[in-house]
């Protein structure tokens, strides 16, 4: 097996996303240290992580099929018990894993 040849410009774009990404977030994070927000401000950022994963993956369920329509209501309930955002998309993950060798 061959070693892994990368090209120096995929490579320069992979650190400039990279160094882009985390300016980003270290960014938001001291400017929102500096300021002093409000209850709704507040309650809007943390539903954001929600309205997100929405946003990403509502436009997928519009062409899935009966896996994926499944995995979404497993989501739906893992969620509305758990409150816990990263054990629905993993639930979710392995419920359209299952269901699409099943289905």
């Known amino acids: 097996m061959g070693r892994l040849q990368l090209e120096p410009f995929v490579v320069a774009v992979i650190l400039a996303m990279s160094v882009t990404t985390y300016a980003t977030k270290a ?9 002093t927000v409000s209850d709704r401000v507040e309650s809007g950022l943390e539903m954001l ?3 997100i994963i929405v946003s990403i993956l509502g436009p997928e369920l519009t062409s899935a099929g009966p896996a994926e329509w499944s995995a979404a209501v497993v989501v739906l309930l893992v969620m509305w018990r758990s409150e816990n955002v990263l054990l629905a998309l993993i639930s ?8 699409r060798g099943v289905l």
Do not use: M, N
Request: glycine residues 24%.
């Open 27 to 35: 960014g938001g994070l001291w400017l929102l240290g500096r300021l």
């Open 49 to 51: 992580p929600g309205a």
């Open 92 to 99: 979710g993950v392995s419920a359209v894993l299952l269901f």
